[in-house]
């Protein structure tokens, strides 16, 4: 199946879109190239053909069939495209002998969320966990990443010289070894004082809440309408688009007491990094201090967007996402948010069996917020 787009603005990144499969037609299969078209355009390519594959066995060498090989080819060369980006995880012999046949950059889903996760890291140990997780990807696929460079610069560079051979892979693959050593020290550092820190909260009694979800789900627009009401810091960054922060930011919240209107409790709510579907190992290993915010949390707020035709999905791989992390005991309260644009029939269950732990709000206009709130009271300020 191959469908082309109408119109590619003349100064965009064009790239083709792959995916291979047992079952092409599969509820999973089709959200996986939708996601995959969200990633791309997340890192300002414009896809402009998408090319899939059914396939019972993946073909050591190139991942699909060798016929599909050509079709590509042939496509990429007329059309003058310079990356392909593949749904799958790729071995490092599959990305170069891919690289080599097709003449241009070859990603796989992981290397697409990596590109994604160093363009947004911005704080510093964010920076230093993208940058880890990057060079974990690296390391092994080295030799294709080369030939991949050494298309994007032309052949005058030194990276199209062959004479540096093996010898020259071996040179980088212990500069990166060094490097990533360097980085495990920093963050260790970074992560006992986050324990401290931790500590210092359990010790004073502050309940701590993490807000988790699919990206783009609107997590941080829920967080900015928390403190709106019931914070004085600065609101967090938010933009309708996949992995719009990596950084975990955490807010102070007060909620008056009914009973006592002098009396309030004061809880910290964290925003963490967005989960995808098959998301990198390495990815979550780089960053499993930062989501450790959700298992050490005394209350999850699961953010679904409840618009996408997919949500039911998104709470599953969120549910798995946050077993993974160790986070699967802590009690989650369940947001369908976005209620405002779509139509929902919140008298029946559709998500986790616990229709009294599921609120049904829009962060963008305030409807729910107050269910929301009590629920969150009832959770951790009682």
């Known amino acids: 199946m191959k469908e082309i787009s109408d119109i590619i603005p003349e100064k965009s990144i064009k790239c083709v879109l792959a995916g291979a499969g047992e079952n092409v037609a599969s509820y999973g299969f089709q959200n996986g190239m939708q996601e995959l078209d969200g990633l791309a355009r997340a890192c300002e390519y414009e896809p402009a053909g998408v090319f899939v594959q059914r396939i019972n ?12 090989v050509i079709e590509i080819a042939e496509f990429i060369k007329d059309n003058g495209i310079g990356t392909v980006i593949f749904n799958n995880a790729l071995s490092p012999l599959q990305i170069s002998r891919l690289s080599d046949l097709l003449d241009c950059q070859v990603l796989d889903r992981t290397g697409i969320i990596l590109e994604i996760f160093d363009r947004r890291a911005k704080t510093s140990e964010a920076r230093m966990q993208v940058e880890y997780a990057r060079l ?79 990206t783009n789900a609107g997590k941080s627009t829920l967080l900015n309408t928390l403190i709106t009401r019931y914070g004085n810091g600065d609101k967090v960054y938010a933009e309708d688009k996949l992995f719009a922060t990596l950084d975990t930011t955490v807010r102070n ?91 929902l029939d919140t008298d029946r269950d559709i998500v986790t069996g616990e229709k009294d732990r599921t609120v049904f709000v829009s962060a963008r206009t305030g409807e729910g917020i107050d269910r929301l709130t009590d629920l969150i009271k009832a959770e951790v300020c009682s």
Do not use: W
């Open 57 to 68: 066995r993946p073909n050591p060498a190139t991942f699909i069939g060798s016929g599909k």
């Open 253 to 343: 919240l007060r909620f008056q007491d009914k009973d006592d209107p002098g009396k309030y409790a004061e809880v910290l709510v964290s925003d963490t990094v967005g989960f995808i579907n098959d998301i990198p190992h390495d990815l979550i290993k780089a960053f499993r201090s930062t989501l450790e915010e959700a298992a050490l949390a005394d209350l999850i707020i699961n953010v679904v967007d409840a618009s996408d035709e997919h949500h039911d999905m998104h709470i599953e791989v969120t549910k798995q996402t946050l077993t993974e992390i160790g986070a699967g005991a802590v009690p989650v309260i369940t947001v369908m948010n976005k209620c405002d644009i779509t139509v």
């Open 136 to 214: 974990q990807y690296m390391l092994p696929r080295l030799e294709g990443m080369r030939k991949n460079l050494s298309r994007q610069g032309g052949t005058g560079g030194s990276m199209s010289n062959k004479g540096v051979g093996e010898k020259q892979i071996e040179l980088d693959k212990r500069r990166i070894g060094k490097r990533m050593a360097v980085l495990r020290k920093r963050l260790s550092e970074v992560e006992k004082n986050r324990l401290v820190m931790r500590g210092r909260r359990v010790k004073n009694g502050i309940k701590t809440v993490a807000l988790v979800g699919y």
